[in-house]
């Protein structure tokens, strides 16, 4: 999961902003650089409900799948 889906997640850059008490530019540049590891522990904290929903996605997406691999016709 990559902090713009995090962020997203959350409510957007201002709400994000707002739970951490900072400027909105901050969390934008958050979006490109990574959130720092105290914001995230914070925001994971604040919001476990959304982590857990994220985490649950990222597993079913990266869970391999039970059918067999369709093979090409060559």
Do not use: H, Q, Y
């Amino acid at each position: 999961m990559n902090p713009r889906e995090i962020i997203d997640a959350l409510g957007g850059t201002f709400r994000v902003a707002e739970l951490c008490e900072v400027r909105p530019p901050s969390v934008s540049d958050w979006k490109k650089n990574g959130i720092p590891r105290a914001r995230m522990m914070f925001l994971r904290i604040a919001r476990p409900e959304v982590f857990r929903t994220l985490d649950e996605v990222a597993e079913k997406n990266s869970a391999p799948s039970c059918e067999p691999a369709k093979k090409s016709a060559a």
